[in-house]
Every structure is written in C-alpha cells, then in structure tokens.
C-alpha cells in the first residue's frame, strides 16, 4: 500500500510541485472462469487487445508470459500516430508486448478499445502464472471472535488445485513481525485448532492474510489485511458452527421444532 508524503516549508506565490511517478505494468491473475488469463495495468490504467489495432482475424489473442511484460514498449499516441485502427478515437496509451516466435501484441487502454466497432478483450490468455490472489470472507474486518477453535473462510478459488495456502497472522498491519503462519490443505473452511489460536492474547487486534504459492511464484490476498480480536466474553464455535456443510456428527443437517 502506498502512504502520504508530507512536505513542511514556507509555500510562496509562484511555487510549484512537479511528480514523477514510476508506472511499471503489473497483472492480476483470474481466477474460477478466468483461470489461465490475466489482465495487464499500466499504473490505474486497465489495458486490453483490441483486434483491430492487431490486424488480427483469430477468435483468441496471443498468449502472454507475465516476464516478457519488462521488454513492454509505452508510446502516447497522436490523431495520426496509430493510423487506420484508431481512427477519430485516439488512444490515451498504446503498449506493445513481445510474444513468441519474436512476434509483437498491441494493447491500449481499455476506456478506448473497441471505439470503432472491434472485438476486444481483457482478460488475456497467460501461461506459467502464479496463483490468482486467494479471498478471505469470514472473520470480517474488525470482527470479535471466541476463543478455542477458529474459523476462517475464503471464496472458492480454482488456483490452488497445484500449490500450497498459508495462513498468516501479525499484530502489524504489515506483518512485521509474524506471530503466527500455518500451512493447511483446506480450500475453503480452514479451522484454526485451539492450540494455536491460544497464541492470540484476548482484546488485542490481530491481523491475518492468506498467502497461495505454486512453482511459478506466490500472491498475497489483497490489502489492506483484515483485523479481528479475540472475545473471551462470546460462547465457542458450536460443533455445527464447525461442520463443513453444517452437518452434527450424529448426520443431522437441519432440525426444527414444529
């Protein structure tokens, strides 16, 4: 995450303040119906392949490795620069990536792809990618939660069929130091047992994120990371709050008095 910049002088009529931002491009991995594609950012900029601006008559545009994005080339076009494919709608950016068999792909803001009436897309074909960023759901940010066993949930991902979770917890929103990491083989419900939520001092502020890894590489669910307190004040997790499908031991799965 980024942080303020504070400047302290004696500001005077004729001062200016001129920044210089570095916007290397960066990707999201997809994830569920999206898995083997990402998407390319250039700073805030989304970006897509506009079929047009490729001369490109295929269904799929050229498949993408994420270490190839550091040979990109940034141009800002003019009225004229981007010829017959951009027409009276000029791009803000135009970025031009090698691909294989030393071939080159165009993309361009995605607020202009397809102004002339093109296929675009944006979610691009990739390969040798690292895991899409996992998702935590419960406990919510700033939630209380018992003490003995814990429950933490994530939305259900299709990218750790080939990698590892990890689950991590500091007193720091920025996880120095670590108090806690614990690798589980869960993918959706992860119980944290009672002899590790002991480690968790009760009214103090803890924060946790997941971390997926796989051989090409590992992403952090997104900041900011969400905090929880322990409550000693609330009853434990049932055995039903516990069961995946909220099933007891005994196979009751819904009971109701009439």
């Known amino acids: 995450g980024g942080q303020y910049w504070s400047i302290t002088r004696q500001w005077k009529a004729g001062d200016s303040l001129q920044l210089q931002i570095d916007m290397p491009l960066r990707f999201e991995i997809g994830d569920n119906e999206m898995a083997g594609r990402m998407s390319v950012y250039r700073g805030p900029l989304l970006l897509a392949y506009d079929f047009l601006n490729n001369k490109s008559q295929k269904d799929e545009a050229p498949t993408l490795t994420t270490s190839r994005l550091a040979r990109a080339r940034v141009s800002i076009p003019t009225r004229t620069s981007g010829g017959e494919a951009i027409g009276r709608f000029p791009p803000w950016l135009l970025v ?60 259900p991902t299709a990218a750790l069929t080939d990698g590892s979770l990890h689950l991590e917890f500091s007193p720091s929103p920025d996880f120095e130091p670590l108090a806690l990491r614990v690798q589980t083989n869960q993918r959706q419900r992860i119980l944290l047992p009672e002899t590790l939520a002991q480690k968790f001092q009760p009214e103090t502020d803890y924060y946790w994120r997941l971390v997926a890894s796989n051989k090409h590489g590992q992403t952090s669910s997104a900041p900011p990371a969400r905090r929880f307190r322990v409550d000693p004040q609330l009853p434990p997790l049932t055995e039903q709050d516990l069961a995946e499908f909220g099933e007891r031991s005994d196979g009751v799965m819904i009971e109701a008095s009439l």
């Open 96 to 155: 031009d990536i090698p691909t294989d068999q030393g071939r080159w792909m165009r993309l361009c803001d995605f607020a202009s792809a397809g102004s002339m009436g093109s296929k675009y897309d944006s979610w691009l074909p990739a390969t040798n990618l690292p895991p899409a960023r996992p998702m935590p759901q419960t406990p919510r940010d700033g939630a209380s939660v018992p003490t003995g066993t814990m429950l933490f949930t994530l939305r």
